[in-house]
Structures are given as C-alpha cells and as structure tokens.
DNA sequence: CATGAATGAGGATTCATTCAT
DNA sequence: CATGAATGAATCCTCATTCAT
C-alpha cells in the first residue's frame, strides 16, 4: 500500500525499456522498420500503446537508441587497451569478436546493416554511428601504415569491405554462408608482419 | 481525325514506361521502397498520379520489373559465351564489368543492397532475384573447383562476399572509396592459375 | 474509297450501340452497377472507352436508356387492345408474359429490381419508371374493381407485391424456384369472377 | 490518474459500436453499400475516419456484422419455442412479427434486400445468410406437409415470395402500401386447417 | 506508472471521363 | 467513326501520436 521507493520505479522503468528495446530489435530487423507498427511492438511486448511514448519520444528516437546501444556494446571489443593503436593481436581479438557478435546478434546487424543503406533512415542516426566509426577508421589506417602495407588507404577500404561484405551474405543466408571458414580465410590475409613484410597485400613486387 | 498509329502507341509507352522506371529507381534506391510513396514518382516524373498504373499494376509490380530488368543487363556481362565455364578472362572481363555497372548504374545497385536487406521488401522479389544468382553461383563454384581451388565453395562465398562489401561501402560513401584501387586488389587475389597452382588462397598444401 | 452512305452509318451506329447496351446489361445485371466499370464493358464488348462516350453521354445515362428500352418493351405486353381497360383475359395474358420474359431476359429483370431498390441508383431511373407504372397501377386498380374486388386498392397492392415477390425470389435462385407453379398458384388466386363473384380474396362475406 | 477501468472501456466500445452500426445501417440502406464511403460513415456518426477501423476490421466486415445481428434479432422471433416445428400459433405470429419489424426496422430490411440483389454484395454475407435461411426454409416446408397442403414445396415458395413481395413494395414505398391490410390478407390465405382441410390453396382435391 | 480510444494526415489504388490524333 | 493515353478526385485503409482517465 505505501508508495513504491524509487529504487523499485528505476528497476521498473529500465527493465521495461530494455523489453521495448528488445522487441523492437527484433521485428525492425525481420520485418524493417517502415513495416514494424508501433503496435506491432506494443502487442509483441504486451504492454499498451501508450507506453511506449513513456520511454521513447518517437519510433525515431526508440530506432536511434536501438543502434546507439548495440554500437556501443560492439566497440567495448575494438581497440581493447584503448590506447588508439590497434596491436596484431587486437586486430585478431577484433576479427574473432566481430563474427561472435555477428552469429550472437543476428537481428541487430541486419538491422544495422538496413539502415546504413537507406539514406533517409541513416540520416537518423547518422551521428551516432560517425562518432564510433570516426575513431574506428583511423587506427586501422595507422595499422596498416605501421605495417608496413604499401596503401594503407587501399588496404582499410579493402578491409572494411571484405567485413561488411561477409557480414551482409551470411545476415541474409546464414545457412548458406561459413562464418568460421571465412574468419580463418581473413585471417590468413591479414598475418603478423609488422616487421618488414614484404610481401603485403596491396601490391606485389 | 483518325486515331493514332499503333507505332505511335507503341512509342509513347516504351518511352513513358522507362520514364517511370527510371524514376522510381532514384527514388527507391535513395529513400528505400516503403519511404517512397507514388505520388513521389509521379510528381517527379511529372506525370499524374493514376497513369502509373496504366503502366504497371501496383507498386510492388513496379519493383519487380525494375530489378528484373536491372538484373537482366548486369547478367548479360557474366559468362559471356553461355557455356555454363567460366574463364579465367571471363572472370576478369565480369569483375571488370561489375566495377563499371556499379558505377554507373550506381541507383540500381543501391536499390539492389537495399531490397536483399529488407526481408519484406525482398520477399517481393526473391523470385526474380534466385533466377538469376543461382545459375552463377554454380558458374563460380565450379569455376573455383576448376581452378584448383582447395575449398571451392569457401572461396565462393569469399569472393561473392568481398563483391557485396565493395559495393556496400563505396555506394554508400563514393567519395571516400576508390574504385579502381579496390578493382586492382581483387584482381591480384584471383590470378590466372588454372594450371596447378600450389598457392591458392583459402591455405596452403 | 467512297465515303459510306449515311443508311451505313446509321447501321453501323445502331449495332453498335446494340452491342453496348447489351454488354452493359448483362454485366451490370451480374456485378452490381458500381462494380461494373466502363473498362469492363468496352474490354467485353471490343471496343475502345472512349467509343462508349460517343454513344452515350455518361455510364449513368446508358443505364438509363438500358432501363428505358428493356421497360419499352415489357410494357408492350400490357392492356394489350390499348384502350385502357384490362380485361380478364388481357389479365391473363399479362401474367403469362410477365413469367416469360422473367424467364427470358433474367439479366434485365436482376438489374431492374437492383435498381427499384436502391434510391440514388432509382432516381435517376425515376422518371421513366413512372411513366410506365402509374397508368398500369390505374388500370389494375380499375380491374379489381370492376371484377368486385371488395378492396381493389388491397388487391392490387397484393397482387404487385406477389409478382414482385416472385421475380426477385426466382431471380435470386433460379434453380430453387419452379415459375411454372408459381404460375399456376398465382391464377388460381385471380380466376374469372368479373360477374357478381361472391368470394373474392380479400374478405370472405 | 489510474487508466479507465475495464468496464469503463466495455461501455464506450459497446455504445460507439451500436453508433456506427445504426449509422451504417443508415446509409447503407439508403444509399447502397458500395455508394456509401466510409467517410459518410464516420462524418455522420461523428467520428474520426479512423476510428471505424478500431471497430470494424473492414467495410465488408461492418456490413457482415450488420447483417448477421439484425437478422439474429429477426429470427428470434421465428419458430418460438425452437422445436424444429411450426405451429400454425407459430406462424401467425411469425407473420405478425414479420410485418412489426419491416415497420420498425425499416432501414435494415431495405438493406437486407438491396443485398441480396446485388451479386457482388450478396457474395459477401451469403454465409451469414444461409446460416439463417436454410433451417427456416426446413421448417416452413415441413408445416406445409404436415398441415396437409398439396404441394408443400410450391406453397412455400409461394409464402416466402409473397412475404418478400410485400417487403420490397412496402419499403419502396411505405405511403402507398397498408402493411395492415396485407397482412389481414395474407393471414386470411393461411388458416388454420391442420386437420384434413380440404381447401388447401395449391389445388382442390 | 499504464491504458486504449481517438485523431487525421497520408498511403496505394480505381475509374469515369477527356482529348489529341 | 475510333483509339487509348492521360487526368485527378475519390476510395478504403494504416499508423504514429495524443490524451483523458
């Protein structure tokens, strides 16, 4: 009968926001976001269409902190000592970690990957995604300068590519797609020569 | 006085059926299908609202001749001498053209990305889409299978994926991806060794 | 080479529009008026919209003129010697045509009683109907009461509504209603008694 | 402060839905399905165009539950102790309450006949329909037989058309049509003869 | 904190009609 | 006399959002 303490209000509040959140995930990533209702969400959550508006300002806003709070989740594993050089082995860990990710969270990369490609969408959390991305691509161009690659702008364009382009074929046809298989070919590609290789991969003598 | 010619009739639609489609290409590939609506096109096409359908019967029809007919022009540059092999030239000649048509067909292939990651949108047309990428990825397999290629179908599903990822990146960021930089890499990793190479890419003997 | 005669032109015109009244009968009878478009009638009869519009001002006035003719030539059958009076025999012989043509031109008779029902589509009718209407309802008011009906203005709202009955039941289930001895039934109800009867239908003394 | 209580919400469905079918049944009725748009509907109830769809999944829907609950209402009052026989008690007040409710229930029946004259709207509640009609037609047919009448087939076609002929006239036309004296008339065409009448109406013996 | 009835702008689509040829 | 491309108002329906309780 006495009033519930605030401790009890936050517990509430934030387990329902990650219900919401997770709900949410799921139907934008199977069904995309123009064709995931508000109720959709609400009835899958079993909460009332009201509600919603209670934690989130707008399907907008419910979208952005989606992506903003898997982002952050995924970057906790880049650049581990987070000293803005990327070590052989951290590159490694960040290979190995980002196919767990990819297998563990398959809805929310497909999500991800839904909404960097439609630019209306993107605009949304277009910032968001710059101030983890930013950092991101300037120290894995200082990983390939320091190894001595010979373009390293070629080879992080070259590299980003072949992750996006493996995580978007295995999203779409898991069955059909070896993820394993294909970290170990990345791997191979990419081997510990930070002394003087030469034999990289951009060019060969 | 007396009606039009059927040539007549005949040029009028080719003309204003391509006006169509070639609208509603822009518009989907740079707002995503469910964010373009059909007054868009129409206002864009500076056509009225209801002539769309004198042309096509639905949105959705509308979508599935835009692929079908974007996907017809890109197949026709793969395995040019329909022998069901794929030659080492072959294979150039069609990465070569891959790069050309992304670039200059850049909206198709954005609409492209952005259909086969949306599983509603790409439920319309998976149809149309499996008619064409199933004959070529046995071309490829068996292209890689050919060529020695110790794990065939790992190396299928490498090569598709660095494709996809190339094309991922640089339609959605053209100005920082550079193209022919990226073409060359490629290149260089799928060199003419039909003849028993020994230093195949997925590992060595 | 020569032009055509005006009497071809007139020939050509009065199939025509035979052929379009006919067509528009039969699918306006089958699908509703408002689910009959100008599309379906002129795709059915092979002609192109806009020849429609030549012949006729608008889809209503074609309905009109439909209801106009069909009605023209129901009324023919009516106080056949025209002089007013309905005889016994000429009541008969009514009756006998009535379940004729019910039979014969069912397409006619369906659009008809679809259209008496329903106000907006039977006022534009309206005027015609009662043109045809109003004297027969005088004549038969006249036969009952001439034959002794005791309450010819009783009478003659019954008999109406038992032939109206009887058409909109058999047009609705034509396989579940034998017209034949509905026929018979409704004679039986109206014999011969124009002398001084003393058991008329609507009250026994 | 606290959310309405569910019985609150019952209250507020329950009356707003009795508002829009009565309007429905209305314009329908007066207009025909097809000629009335939901945004008659809803402005003359009142209401938000939307709001009709919290209520009814369609335009179809809403004339389905229209259909279906005035003619469960209707029916209530046919075969009143539910014995699967008629008695002549029965029917005479089967008659007289066939007759209360065209009068009270006018637009409903103009609507039930608009219907079923309509093949395309008739298609939509056919099964709504025939789950009423078809035990009633049993059960006149067997009070005919059982009350002796010669062709019980016939005479029930006969009653049914004559109740319908009236209807249609009658709503066509109230001023004009004595609902009073059709039905002395009609009830004076089936007495009361369960045993051995020899003055059935189809033949004389 | 929670409910769900209510809103209304906007979506895809249809169709009678016009008109240049 | 005949054609069919073109128009645009009107249709049914959806859905993010609001708000009284």
Known sequence: MSPRTSEQYEEIRE???KL?????????????????????????????KGLIYNYFESKEQLLKSLVFEGLTEFH??????????????????????????LDKNREFWKLYFAIIIQPPVLK??????MEFSAPMVVILFNYFKDNNYEDP??????????????????????????????KKKILSLYPNNKNGSTTNLIGEK
Chains 1, 2, 3, 4 share one sequence.
Do not use: W
């Not at 995930?25 to 899958?44: R, V």
């Not at 594993?77 to 767990?100: A, P, R, T, V």
């Not at 070259?158 to 298989?181: C, M, Q, R, T, V």
């Open 76 to 101: 906790k594993n880049f650049d581990l000592d987070h000293d803005g050089i990327l070590s052989h082995k951290e590159l490694k860990i960040y290979i190995d970690e980002y196919f767990n990710l």
């Open 153 to 182: 702008q070629a080879e992080m364009e070259f590299f980003s590519a072949i992750l996006s382009g493996i995580a978007i074929k295995y999203l779409n046809a898991p069955e059909y797609f070896h993820l394993d298989k294909l």
């Open 15 to 17: 387990s329902k926001r």
């Open 20 to 48: 919401i959140l997770d709900t949410a995930c799921k139907l934008f990533a199977n069904h995309g976001f123009y064709d995931t209702s508000i109720s959709m969400i609400t009835k899958t959550a079993g909460i009332s």
């Open 124 to 129: 949304l959390v277009e910032k968001e995604m």
